[in-house]
């Protein structure tokens, strides 16, 4: 490879594409050979830095090509390009802060202004966000990228190991009938779940199919998909006047005549096609024009298998026919039709060692047997079918080009070869500003120019197709009836409708926000560093902030919203932000000010957000015990302060100092801790674990006896047990604080508050579990004072990770203030996940032995579960450990090393490395300034955890406090300080927490269909903290105001949490239109919200509701709690 660039410059490019930080740039040079250096060669420069894993080889071809940018988009670093299409790219990627590798598929801006590109790259989008299913490739996540000054559309997809079905046959010929057959079961079983959902592929050929390394069919690319129930506008591809799309040699008759018009039934016929090239290794109509092969498809049946493969038998050639029909009243009636029949095909003639061999197969076959009686179409008769061969499906050498699906001209008019036609129909791709042109699709390089994991084994994601986390009720599948026209409404080429996006139920009323002509467009954005929220931007040098932006709304009225409000903001920003409403709601106000964010000030909004200040007026000081509760994921404890202040964890009634959050319900009582546990590995559908992982939904994860229970309810029954122990100790009490992740948000704290209610205690306030360990600490451990005051100022650094969470807190020590200075978090990472890594060690050296995966039997996996925890605890004291388990009959004994162990869970690790990265980051903070490291939770024991902070800080790591103690003792200390008790009182701490997620409302682009997020109180400000609005009424007398309200997401919301709807009602009548109406959004220091909201010249204070997404209400909180008293849960 030749340098276009000198050495000098290629160094610069390299430290301003942020690929590396500054420091390791500098390192890798001075580690240079001199004569490397003297040489000037930036192609030699650029190998070495392949070679040391520091970039990637496309990485290093960009920088060797001068180009800075196009190496992140938001929140993903991009690792290479893994093919390009007629209007799209997909590069391979990994999530910044999880390290997880995806797909990603980018719309260059040069494509965006076609209208039916930018129409057709949405409508994929939304019209696979219904789809939830093994057999379809998933999404998630979509969004765009600013950085450049203009919108970057893409979506994040699963990054699949594995070949298509067309890559099979090309490199290994035609597959053996049992193969095959499977393959198109699982096919149609995807199929049958997008049938149910409404959506016709229009394009399933081999070449769409991928099969991953474990042997599963995914289905990739939606780009042509039909929505069987959209009435609005033109169909998509009638924007561009085509008339017919898909794959000539798999296109059902009825598609190519007008693939505007057809239902899910043209799938089975390209499903039925593509079983043919499985089986024949050519596709049916081979070696003529494109024009005669549809004219085939048309009019002639397809060529006689045995013609090609003689020992094909009768009974599957009966299949291809039903299938393929020329008719679709004469095909299988539904994809679930089909894959039964497909099904009881390799029931009857595949032979046992097949069986043998795919035994989850067979499982999901005899369960179709049960759960399904198809539509017969005609009988089927039953034939033995060759022996299996191996088909090699997960070992790859290159990555080829995304292939863009052929549209072509109506039939008449179809004269050129295939090739021609191809040629003219697959466009040149412009590179959209911040992924410059890119002259050559790349080729996946060896192991050695990948950064780990290795990404050089796995196969190419040809244009993936994302599913969305809900999954709604299935439909009927439409018979033979021709469907609807479809398209997207006539005014706007986009389809806004459903939001993609994972923030919980639909939102109700959405804000449409429309720039003014007047306004300038803003180019340069100053960078944000913000992984999880913001997207990343390329050059800070040329990027400045922006201070002045000017926006209107306009409000639009949809059928059953009867009135809306503009938002508008004040002081340098001017914005309206349209809400529309469902007919409940029967007002909106237009918001005039968004963005005054101030901390609280005046004394009664101090007492009005302190706990204490709730204790009631005869409550004397000392009366009441000071106790703490850390109600963890994986185990629970209970700490409480003696008279003298001094905090003690008080033992369970089996004698423990830890209690696990485990609970089994009984036929006609409920078991909560050790005993739960044992029961788990027998009856594990009656046994609840890790709910804390589920606060804030609407319901655990999973049914209990048949029966979904919320959340709350599972934590309240553990909190009984918690208070029960503790009572046999202190006799009874009833006031508490409880704590919580840093990183919990606000419905979760709700939810924690709604448990301890439940639970028959008085929850005198919530604590973020680092802030409880870091006051332990303080108070404990040498540098607290008798009085309370720290001897010389501290900046701790906590890392807290327990069995289920995990959180980083900085906190500066300083006197007699705690002040938090910056949180990270994440709720879905914890030591179950270092276990689950062992389960599937274990669980793929016993399947590798004896062809079983213990993981599919529910019992067996909780006794795995259990092994894989015990060894993680052994190897945090040794260099191995032996695990034995026995399942069906058979023993497993194996070895499991430290080194080994560490290496199949060192992206875990990473990932709480990157969360304190983030967090140091946001509060400006670097490693010299931490004085100390101190470890909480459990899993914080391993001693990898202890090793990389080490290294990272160039500190020694405390851990003179139990990390399974500190929180539930910090916790004590704090609620002995709301009591004023045990001598708390005389050291006048105080404790000043920061809010883990932004705080703000969610409005909708017109333009795009995608959502905007209005930040009316940042994370990390320091609480109490009060964000303020000004609405004014639009009409006369209006009644209402309401406002949406959501916490943490990006700039898009993406993975917002949708708090619900906060509405002011009751206003005075007559109002005049444009009364200004004050709202006030108040966080507590605990990180609950409340609204106020007031009118000008009036003084009165109205507390506005907050009609929540999820959570349990008033009501249903008196009904559960008289059923957990009554016992009668289930």
Known sequence: ?????????????????????????????????PELLDSGSADAVAEAMVRQRIVTRWQADQLLLGKHRGFFLGKYRVLKLLGRGGMSRVFLAQHELMGQQCAIKVMPASEMGVSSNLARFMREVQAVASLNHPNIVRAHDFDTDESTGSPVYYFVMEYVVGKSLQQIVDDKGRINASDAVDYMRQAANGLHHAHENELVHRDIKPGNLLVNK??????????????????????????????????????????????????????LYSLGCTLYFLLAGDAPFGGVSPAQRLKQHQNNPLPRLAEKRPEIPASLQEIVDNLTAKSPDRRYASARDAAYFLGEWLLANADPAWHAGHAASITQILKAREKHTPTPVSPSSSAAAPSPAVVESHTFEEVEDIEEVQDFEPIEEVEESAAEAVEEVVEEVEELEDFEEIEEIEEVEAAADLQPPPIDQVGPVAEAIPAAPRNPAPRAVPAAAPPRAIGPPPAVAVPVEPPIDQVGPPVEEVAEIEEVAEIEEVAEIEEVAEIEEVAEIEEVAEIEEVAEIEEVAEIEEVAEIEEVAEIEEVAEIEEVAEIEEVAEIEEVAEIEEVAEIEEVAEAEEQAASDPASTLTEDTEVGSTLAVGIDLGTTYSVVAHLDTEGRPWTLLNSEGDLTTPSVVFFDKSHVVVGKEAVKAAEFEPELTAQFAKRDMGEREFHKAIGEKHLPPEVIQALILKKLKSDAELKLGPFRKVVITVPAYFNEPRRKATQDAGRLAGLDVLDIINEPTAAAISYGVQKGFIDQTGIATQAETVLVYDLGGGTFDVTIMRIEGQEYTTIGTAGDVQLGGIDWDERVVDFVSEAFQDKFDVDPRQDPCALQTLLGEARDAKHTLSARESTTIMFAHEGQRLRTELTRAEFEERTGDLLDRTMLTISKAMREANIAWTEISRLLLVGGSSRMPMVKEALESASGLQVDR????????????????????????????????????????????????????????LIPR?????????????TQHDNQRKVVVNVI????????????????????????????????????????????????????????????????????????????????GALL
């Not at 340098?3 to 001075?30: G, T």
């Not at 990390?1020 to 004014?1032: E, H, I």
């Not at 009602?1065 to 507590?1084: C, D, E, G, I, K």
């Open 1 to 33: 490879m030749s340098a276009p660039i000198p050495l000098n410059q290629f160094f610069d490019v390299a430290n301003r594409s942020r690929l590396v930080p500054p420091k390791k740039l500098e390192d890798f040079k001075s580690g240079l050979p």
């Open 214 to 267: 474990h042997g599963v069919v995914k289905i990739l690319d939606l780009g042509l998909v039909r929505t069987l129930n959209d009435e609005n506008g033109e169909p998509l591809t009638k924007l561009n006047d085509d008339n017919m799309l898909g794959t000539v040699d798999y296109l059902a008759p009825e598609q190519a005549r007008d693939s505007h018009n057809i239902d899910h039934r043209a799938d």
């Open 960 to 1015: 003179s406090l139990s990390p399974d103690e500190a929180v539930a003792q910090g916790a004590a200390i704090f609620a002995g300080l709301l009591l004023r008790q045990g001598g708390i009182a005389e050291r006048g701490m105080a404790v000043t927490n920061v809010n883990s997620h932004d705080l703000g409302v969610l409005a909708t682009d017109p333009k795009t269909g995608l959502k905007r997020r209005k930040v």
């Open 1047 to 1126: 916490e943490g997401g990006d700039a898009s919301g993406n993975h917002a949490t949708e708090i619900g709807r906060c509405v002011v009602s009751q206003l005075p009548p007559n109002l005049p239109a444009r009364t200004p109406v004050f709202v006030r959004f108040q966080y507590a220091d605990n990180g609950r919200l409340t609204v106020e909201a007031n009118l000008e010249g009036v003084n009165r204070k109205e507390r506005m509701t907050i009609e929540r997404a999820s959570g349990l209400d008033d009501d249903q909180i008196r009904s559960w709690e008289k059923r957990i008293n009554d």
């Open 1020 to 1032: 990390n400000t320091s609480l109490p903290a009060t964000g303020k609005a000004r609405f004014v």
